[in-house]
């Protein structure tokens, strides 16, 4: 356990479908993310969150939506996703971003399926 | 354009033999490297971190890394496998002028017994 919990573990769901991610810490960190994970693929940073605020969008499609209601929870609003958005999401935290040394956590991960 | 490479897809390794999983990286200043390990069904957990000092830096499970700054590599090893350690490997690297990780795009381990 890293402290870090996701849900669902699994979610298949269709494109006109809404459906949300969950992410919790419990490691009293300031900072959450975001990540894409596809095969063979370097992780794709989503969305940054610090003490709450969005720090980062890296140009992600608007059929994504973050949340950030405070330091300890994330979600990911999912509204008409496309078959190509089936991956693992992974959310993480750390303690802090400037600093920058600090490692993430990361949760066990969502696994989508679009059809 | 920063990157990080991880030459290798996949890395076979015999139980009990020393293992190296290799990264290099191409980004400026004086940046700060990580590896990552993930287990089947799992999200990643990290290994160890180089920030400054000694180039070789020591992490969870037995696992080592050294950092060479003239070739730009930090490359993963272990003197002596464990079929345990059949995993994806992750580096990441963080340059000193943005805090956003950069990821390779991973290394499977495979551990034959």
């Known amino acids: 356990e890293t402290g870090v919990t996701q849900t669902p573990r699994h979610l298949v769901m269709g494109m006109t479908n809404k459906k949300s991610l969950k992410c919790e810490q419990h490691l009293g960190h300031n900072a959450m993310y975001w990540y894409k994970q596809s095969a063979k693929k370097p992780l794709e940073l989503m969305f940054v969150y610090n003490f709450k605020e969005q720090t980062e969008n890296n140009s992600v499609p608007s059929r994504f939506s973050p949340e950030c209601p405070n330091s300890s929870h994330l979600f990911l609003h999912l509204h008409t996703l496309q078959p190509e958005d089936s991956a693992l999401y992974l959310c993480?935290?750390?303690?802090?971003?400037?600093?920058?040394?600090?490692?993430?956590?990361f949760g066990p991960g969502t696994r989508l399926t679009v059809t | 354009a920063q990157s990080v490479a991880q030459p290798e897809d996949q890395v076979n390794v015999a139980e009990g033999n020393p293992l190296t999983v290799k990264c290099t990286y191409s980004?400026?200043?004086?940046?700060?490297l990580f590896w990552y390990v993930q287990y089947p069904n799992r999200g990643l957990q990290f290994l160890l971190k180089y920030i400054t000092g000694d180039n070789l830096v020591k992490g969870s499970y037995g696992f080592e890394a050294e950092f060479n700054k003239s070739q730009t590599s930090f490359h993963l090893k272990k003197p002596s496998a464990l079929v345990s350690d059949s995993a994806l490997y992750f580096c990441?690297?963080?340059?000193?002028?943005?805090?956003?990780?950069?990821w390779g795009a991973g290394t499977k381990l495979i551990i034959k017994p």
């Open positions: 980004v400026s200043g004086n940046p700060y």
């Open positions: 993480a935290s750390s303690q802090d971003i400037p600093a920058g040394y600090y490692e993430q956590y």
């Open positions: 990441a690297v963080r340059p000193d002028s943005n805090y956003q990780l950069i």
